[in-house]
């Protein structure tokens, strides 16, 4: 095992980059203090330290996310090779690197977002100590934490509990006086109580603790069992915390071996109906009883990807170079950044499916290349947020027309989770020249209720969703002017001569609309 050095009201919500700056910025002037009160009970006989001397099994490469004046990096340099530890608050980094330590630390100014596998590869170890409920939506920095381990590799997760009263008059003096207690008892020393008081009744602190709210136990295993399957939850490793260890499996690209060992994968059933060489065992078993159900499953999705190719070449022909594809499953069998081949394109997939954006990387980093193509976790249910996470790969420039697909998607939006208000969101952050592409499964057009069933038993096997007719289906191009032939069968949207797909000779059969987009 090693690392691989290799270069709700219901409006869309974002996480606030505004927030996470002045986090930052607070603790860079909390620096000392913090440190001051850190460096007791980071020392040798922290109930901490001798849990990692007993769970963590060593390695080449660590990374210590949210570092602070890095006491865990010089604990993890007994155990890894090479230890980096990262902070976005500056003085954090001076105390860390001012501070003396083994040689094999280094550590650097940088947010977590900001190291991926294709700038800095990936690490046997992911470290995060009361550090994760700062940098934003769980669902958002999870998967990403997750994206950075080795295959065999560990993350290791330790988050502070919520106090009780939390937000309410006076909790903060209450949590200050259970700090001390608590340090107090790790340590036995009374300058180690008085530091926490004197950290945690500072008003800069008080600021910190309306930023970042932590989470309550529920709140943390739910999210952390739902985003980091097989995950091992701990508590009180530390008085008042909990501990995550997840462990990335050791042979991630055997997709066989993975769906073997679980249900079957929605993008993986679906690479399967393409033709496609990512389903293991249960995923095609699936696949043989969803075509039991909808013998033309496989034309259908054929069909949509069909389509697909040729909405990318109308953008590409339009001179669009950036590309966002939601809802995208793996990047196989004719995918955006396989159409979109040229120099200079960029392309960031889209799924909420955790161990299918993991899965989407790797193929990625073997097939295409990781420098233009990331594949991030995001759900269209929060646009705000999948937006953010998208501008967060450094690929997209949103002053640069962008191409937008969701393609055999949004029948598994249902009007509750308001896939039109999340697409204007989306919309209205493309520049001029952008180009949308969309298809929408549908019942216009058939005599009998054939599809409407077959939807039906579909949706209550494998996940809900809604099929829509041509009006609703072109009210998702708002504010877009559509492109020759406008709302039309998807088999008959600019259909090149001589090419056959699935459903050339019977377009209403596809039971699929199709449209592309563009913004003037």
Not at 227 to 233: A, D, E, K, Q, T
Not at 417 to 438: F, T
Request: glycine letters at 10%; charged letters at 20%; proline letters at 8%.
């Amino acid at each position: 095992m090693k690392g691989r050095h290799v270069a709700h009201d219901g409006r869309p919500a974002v996480s606030d980059p505004t927030s996470l700056e002045r986090t930052a910025g607070l603790f860079d002037e909390l620096a000392e203090l913090f440190d001051g009160f850190t460096r007791n009970l980071e020392s040798g006989d922290s109930p901490i330290t001798a849990w990692l001397k007993e769970n963590l099994p060593g390695g080449d490469r660590a990374l210590d996310v949210g570092c602070g004046a890095g006491r865990y990096s010089f604990l993890l340099a007994d155990q890894y090779a090479h230890v980096l530890g990262i902070d976005p608050a500056e003085n954090m980094v001076r105390i860390a690197r001012r501070t003396p330590g083994p040689a094999n630390v280094e550590f650097a100014q940088r947010s977590a977002i900001a190291v991926t596998p294709a700038t800095d590869g990936t690490f046997d170890l992911v470290f995060a100590f009361s550090s994760v409920f700062h940098m934003g939506p769980a669902e958002v920095v999870l998967p990403h934490l997750r994206s950075l381990v080795a295959p065999g590799g560990l993350l290791v997760v330790f988050e502070p509990e919520r106090p009780p009263g939390y937000g309410t008059e006076g909790w903060q003096v209450s949590f200050a006086f259970a700090a001390a207690q608590t340090a107090y008892q790790v340590t036995g020393r009374i300058d180690s109580a008085v530091d926490a008081l004197r950290l945690f009744t500072d008003p800069r602190w008080i600021s910190i603790s309306e930023l970042s709210r932590p989470p309550s136990y529920e709140e943390f295993r739910q999210q952390y069992t739902t985003l980091l399957p097989g995950v091992v939850i701990e508590r009180d490793v530390y008085p008042g915390s909990f501990t995550a260890s997840w462990r990335a499996p050791e042979a991630p690209g055997d997709a066989g071996a993975q769906s073997a060992a679980g249900p079957p994968n929605q993008a993986r059933v679906y690479d399967w109906l393409l033709g496609g060489d990512q389903s293991g065992p249960v995923d095609r078993e699936f696949g043989r009883r969803l075509t039991d159900i909808v013998p033309e499953a496989q034309a259908y999705a054929r069909e949509n990807r069909a389509f697909l190719t040729r909405g990318v070449r109308a953008a590409l022909e339009a001179g669009v170079r950036q590309f966002v594809d939601v809802g995208s499953g793996l990047p196989t069998q004719g995918n955006v950044h396989e159409v979109a081949a040229g120099p200079g394109t960029r392309v960031v997939y889209v799924d909420h499916d955790p161990e299918v954006v993991d899965h989407a990387n790797r193929l990625l980093a073997e097939r295409g290349d990781p420098a233009r193509h990331r594949a991030v976790v995001a759900d269209l249910a929060n646009a705000g947020a999948l937006w953010q996470r998208v501008l967060d790969t450094g690929l997209i420039d949103p002053a640069e027309p962008v191409c937008l697909s969701l393609v055999a998607w949004l029948h598994f939006v249902t009007d509750e989770q308001q896939p039109g208000a999340q697409l204007a969101y989306l919309r209205e952050r493309l520049c001029p020249g952008s180009v949308l592409v969309l298809s929408h499964t549908t019942a216009e057009g058939e005599a009998e209720p054939t599809i409407e069933q077959q939807a039906a038993e579909v949706h209550r096997t494998d996940q809900p969703g809604q099929l829509r007719g041509r009006a609703e289906f072109a009210a998702f191009f708002d504010g877009f002017e559509l492109v020759e032939p406008g709302v039309t069968w998807a088999p008959l949207w600019q259909a090149e001569a001589g090419v056959e797909t699935p459903f050339t000779g019977d377009p209403v059969g596809s039971h699929t609309l199709a449209a592309v987009g563009r913004k003037r």
